[in-house]
């Protein structure tokens, strides 16, 4: 009886394309003595198995057991179907037959096994393009689907004959590896300098030598370029700084190996499995013996990557220093270069030397970035190694466009019970940065065959992705900014209940008119109550505090002290001149030019104005983090605070870290007193709001809560209270996780807008 052959149609769905799947599942056939056929299609891949239930058995749990690293099965669905008899086991040519779509793999850093063949097979001596079924570029070379050379940026390159035959051959690890090149047939690098290009096979060891020498690269990596310099060399650090007029903002590091990472950083055994994963993130690590001062700019932390391309690993070979900046290629504020001609015209400016290879990138994508809070991944900015991997949604996202915000920008697709988000796009104030967003809409909408139905922007009546979302003539949802990040943090965690939400960021745009950003909400996704919220303060300028933190430090004592002689004797005064004082008071008298603010980000700008931690900022977020990196963590001291008519009273805060000023208190107590006194008012808020409402699922989102101290301390304390506590992780806490929740809030609306029709308060 257990002999008689029986056939099973299987369908995968998942991450299963571009991950060696066709040919694992063609393995695990021939070992399990299982025929039919094998296919790609555009729903994920079908098998035809045709065996005894024992074999078909031992098949299965080989799909499930022993599926590539890289994949990731979502659904596996066997029916039963009419034997056809095969004689063998093959894989078919990919069909294209449907709408729908399955996953396309992110890029994946070279593997073990291709590092060994760069040293031993004859074909790849030293080749930096090495591939296999398991790594290589992924999502940077695909055009469209499925996922077949031709229809990536490798097409122009036509296999040798050798190639040609691991590409055939069942048992060899490059089966059907699409990017399969060696020395013979695949891209190459060369360098440029000047108007001079030539190839050479010393590359490694020449641009290994020229970072020795305190030159400045820009090699071509897999989603953009990157400018590299030695991170042990002061010198170089400032010229890559002055040449790329980046004042202050940290850079990251890539280092040789774990060992550098943990003789140099305190490291965790999560932050040691996110370094080495094959998604090859930057994640922010303490430092303990720091690179060049100018690396990181006087905060205690580093954004630490390891190597990802078969080059990385041979520059490091001929390199004797262990670590080297490694920072996004691009002309100010502009995003990533792609473009081999941009980057010989216009990154020649800023590096010495040109590094650059013959095959094109079709999408961009960053380095991503996370840290390790609670022992979990927290997602800063989620691109390489994670794009466009979806995330899974528990409301019908199919047909909704979710447009993003405004700085550090993602967009999202709906599709079915998936969101496709995109990868980091940036601040789209920049001209390129938003013509790279319109270009990355189409893209995806292609790519993923994405018939747009209903529109998701941010309520912002400036915001160009609004502006964009708006033009696009469909059903067009507004949402609120921050009702956005608290739903965002939701359909990560799969809530739709009523929460407590704490929406702490920079700036968004409120409901009334006014700026919010210290909010704290009852919300669901169809609609939030504003329960509480931070004092509003006049930003004198506008949008000019971001750049001047002092001036929202002298709003504030303007707002709680009366007398001005008090605080112009303040140190972080001194150097303005007192007519700019008395100018800006006025201003705020006469309302001019003055918006009023909510936002928890301008409170952190006071705070590390007034302490002189930092009066002026040279990046986005940078009193926050200078903020955060002086912190006395064992300093258990808060601040007071009081409720006024649902508003967040910190005239007593200000009353006390000005006399702590006074009396010389180190600001590093000051600070962790401040983010003490934050941390007891969520807590007390949270009691507050149970207490009336029962709800005990606290949710916390927002740009303030990439704040390690913050967020670390405040879960821990929530939870011994009892609440069940919800934050970031697969995406941003800033704005680059918007998208998800105006994804969520749409979905939900459409779901009931014929028997409601409301969205909002
Ligand atoms: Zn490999
Ligand atoms: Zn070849
Ligand atoms: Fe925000």
Not at 124 to 144: D, E, H, K
Not at 601 to 614: E, M, N, Q, S, Y
Not at 650 to 667: A, E, G, R, S
Not at 696 to 721: A, D, H, P
Request: glycine share 6%; proline share 4%; hydrophobic share 40%.
């Amino acid at each position: 009886m257990g002999d008689i052959v029986i056939a099973y149609r299987i369908e995968i769905k998942g991450l299963v394309q571009g991950v060696g799947f066709r040919p694992f599942i063609y393995r695990i056939a021939l070992h399990n003595n299982i025929l039919g056929w094998v296919e790609n299609n555009n729903e994920g891949v079908s098998v035809h198995a045709e065996g005894t239930e024992l074999q078909i058995d031992g098949f299965i749990q080989d799909i499930n057991c022993k599926a590539p690293l890289a994949a990731s099965i979502s659904s596996l669905i066997k029916a039963k179907v009419k034997s056809e008899h095969f004689t063998d086991f093959s894989i078919k040519k990919s069909a294209s037959y449907s709408q729908t779509i399955t996953e396309v793999s992110p890029d994946i850093a070279v593997c073990d096994d291709c590092l060994h063949d760069l040293l031993t097979q004859h074909h790849r001596l030293g080749y930096s393009f090495v591939n296999c079924t398991n790594c290589g570029p992924r999502f940077t070379i695909i055009q469209a689907l499925p996922y077949d050379r031709h229809q990536t940026t490798m097409q122009p390159f036509e296999m040798c004959a050798v190639c040609k035959g691991e590409y055939e051959n069942i048992l060899d690890r490059r089966f059907h590896a699409q990017p399969i090149a060696c020395n013979h047939c695949g891209p190459v690098y060369s360098i440029a300098k000047g108007d001079l290009l030539y190839n050479t096979e010393e590359i490694p060891a020449f641009i290994a030598s020229e970072i020795q020498a305190g030159k400045i690269i820009a090699l071509k990596g897999m989603g953009g370029y990157h400018f590299m310099c030695d991170a042990e060399n002061e010198q170089a650090v400032i010229t890559l700084r002055n040449r790329k007029q980046r004042e202050k903002k940290p850079f990251a590091v890539m280092c040789k190996n774990l060992q550098t990472v943990e003789k140099r950083f305190e490291v965790s055994e999560q932050e040691k499995k996110s370094l080495v994963s094959w998604r090859r993130p930057i994640v922010l690590l303490r430092n303990k013996k720091p690179f060049a001062a100018s690396v990181s700019m006087q905060l205690n932390t580093t954004g630490i990557l390891l190597p990802s391309m078969p080059m990385h690993y041979q520059i490091f070979d001929f390199l004797t220093t262990d670590a080297i900046v490694f920072t996004s290629g691009n002309v100010t504020d502009e995003p990533v270069c792609i473009d081999d001609s941009i980057a010989l015209n216009e990154l020649s400016n800023i590096a010495d030397i040109v590094v650059t290879y013959n095959r094109e990138i079709h999408n961009r994508v960053d380095d991503s970035v996370m840290m390790i809070v609670n022992k979990k991944e927290r997602m800063l900015r989620r691109s390489k190694g994670f794009v466009p991997t979806p995330i899974p949604s528990i409301l019908n996202t199919e047909g909704i466009f979710a447009a993003g915000a405004e700085l550090t920008n993602t967009f999202a697709l709906g599709k079915g019970s998936q969101v496709i988000f995109s990868q980091h796009i940036g601040d789209l104030k920049n001209a390129e940065t938003m013509e790279f967003y319109e270009e990355s809409v189409d893209r995806f909408s292609t790519l993923f065959r994405f018939q747009n139905q209903f529109v998701a922007c941010d309520l912002h009546p400036d915001y160009l992705s609004s502006n964009y979302a708006r033009s696009l003539g469909l059903p067009t949802l507004e949402i609120q900014h921050h009702h956005a990040h608290i739903a965002s943090c939701m359909a990560e965690h799969g809530l739709s209940e009523k929460v407590i939400g704490f929406a702490f960021d920079g700036t968004g745009y409120g409901d009334d008119g006014t700026i919010w950003g210290g909010e704290v909400f009852v919300c669901d996704f169809a609609g939030y109550e504003r329960k509480f919220h931070f004092d509003p303060v006049p930003l004198p300028g506008g949008d000019q505090v971001t750049k001047y933190p002092w001036r929202t430090a002298l709003s504030y004592l303007y707002k709680y002290f009366n007398e001005l002689v008090l605080y112009t004797e303040l140190p972080f005064l001194a150097s303005i001149e007192k007519k700019e004082i008395v100018l800006l008071t006025q201003m705020i008298d006469a309302k001019m030019n003055c918006p009023l603010s909510s936002g928890a980000g301008r409170l952190f700008d006071a705070v590390a104005a007034l302490t002189g931690i930092c009066t002026t900022s040279s990046y986005h977020a940078e009193s926050p983090m200078q903020l955060e990196s002086i912190i006395a963590s064992d300093c258990k001291g808060k601040y007071l605070y009081h409720i006024e008519n649902k508003i967040i009273v910190f005239y007593k805060m200000f009353h006390q870290i000005v006399n702590d000023i006074q009396n010389n208190t180190p600001v590093s107590i000051i600070s962790a007193k401040f983010h003490n006194t934050l941390i007891a008012l969520i807590l007390d808020l949270s009691k507050n709001i149970r207490k009336e409402t029962n709800i005990n699922k606290v949710v916390l989102s927002g740009g303030t809560f990439q704040n390690r101290y913050l967020l670390g301390l405040t879960e821990q304390l929530l939870m011994i209270e009892g609440f069940e506590v919800y934050s970031h992780e697969k995406v941003p806490s800033n704005d680059g996780g918007i998208a998800l929740g105006q994804m969520a809030i749409a979905s939900a609306f459409r779901q009931s807008a014929t028997s409601t029709g409301f969205y909002g308060r």
